[in-house]
């Protein structure tokens, strides 16, 4: 499942002048689900540490909050510099990732999405994901696409998720929760809502408090929920803002200044969506945006590289 080529597809994307974002999602001791985490968001340590040192070697690590006052600034940003950036606030950034950056003196941010933390929970593909490679049916019609998939080897449980991804990601009037709920049930498995899986288990509010105080790591927003921002209305759109930054200063003395969008593509934030950020004092929000950044990017624009290891 792995591209043990990683290291040096994500050393390529360095360039003079130029800041390279790289987003991850998790990391692992070993990868031993069949089904789950065929995307390879959560890449294997040994993997990860080739990619560090191998950035490492070649580019200049910055801070998100280095990135943030140089985009203020109008300044340049020093040839082959990077970012590492985590979203959603997987446990395994603390135990697994953090280690490995800290040894090698790389600053890094973690996006945390405060339901998560405050629930142990999944997000909906999680959910999704874990009730698929589980199931007993061996085929289960998609309303959505009007066809039937089989369930029987693991390739075909892959290409089934695949097509919900697709279609959740880029259907506005889904929500994903629901969703998630109906078709899990549909499988079997009712919507396993928490577990202490690797692929699971998020951040406590204790290890929050504690990496907001380490410099090497910053801590950022990344909603309450994990919805589209821009498909939510106004009233959604203030709540999960709200929620998320209360719950970040309440329980981990965690401040607006850096927040992340969920799902990060061009339809996933919007204008309006930005103006709600900055009233509540947010100042640098990056996208997944495939790309990297030349001087005077706008700090709410900020392209990213999602790596995935499959």
């Known amino acids: 499942m792995f591209d043990q ?9 360095l360039a003079n002048d130029r800041i390279a974002i790289f987003l991850f999602h998790g990391v692992i001791r070993k990868q031993i689900d069949p089904v789950r985490n065929y995307t390879g968001k959560h890449i294997e340590s040994n993997l990860f540490s080739e990619c560090m040192e191998m950035l490492l070697r070649k ?19 020093p040839s082959n510099s990077f970012a590492v950036t985590f979203d959603d606030g997987f446990e395994n950034n603390i135990s697994v990732a953090a280690p490995i950056l800290q040894d090698l003196k790389i600053p890094f941010t973690i996006y945390v999405t405060s339901k998560f933390v405050d629930e142990n929970g999944m997000s909906w593909i999680d959910r999704i994901e874990y009730s698929v490679q589980d ?17 029987n080897t693991a390739k075909q449980k892959i290409e089934f998720l695949r097509s919900i991804r697709q279609f959740v990601k880029n259907t506005p009037s889904c929500d994903p929760n629901k969703f998630a709920d109906k078709l ?23 290890q929050v408090r504690t990496a907001n105080k380490n410099d090497l790591i910053t ?29 970040l200063w309440r329980n981990a003395n965690v401040g607006p200044t850096h927040y992340s969008y969920p799902e990060g593509l061009a339809h996933c934030f919007s204008d309006n969506v930005i103006k709600e950020l900055k009233i509540r004092g947010v100042k640098c929000c990056p996208t997944a945006i495939d790309g990297v950044n030349e001087i005077g990017v706008d700090p709410f624009y900020l392209k990213r590289i999602m790596v995935n290891a499959e």
């Open 5 to 13: 080529n990683l290291p040096d597809q994500l050393a390529s994307r």
């Open 59 to 77: 580019g200049n690590p910055l801070s998100m909050e280095k990135i943030r006052v140089l985009c203020e600034e109008n300044e340049p940003f």
């Open 135 to 151: 199931t007993d049916l061996k085929i289960i019609r998609a309303e959505w696409l009007k066809l039937d998939f089989e369930l």
């Open 184 to 206: 899990c049930s549909r499988l079997g498995k009712h919507g396993k809502l928490s577990t202490m899986d690797q692929l699971d288990l998020k951040m406590s509010w204790d």
């Open 219 to 247: 801590i950022g927003g990344h909603s309450h929920s994990h919805p589209i921002l821009s498909f939510l209305t106004q009233g959604q759109l203030r709540s999960e803002l709200d929620t998320s930054l209360n719950m």
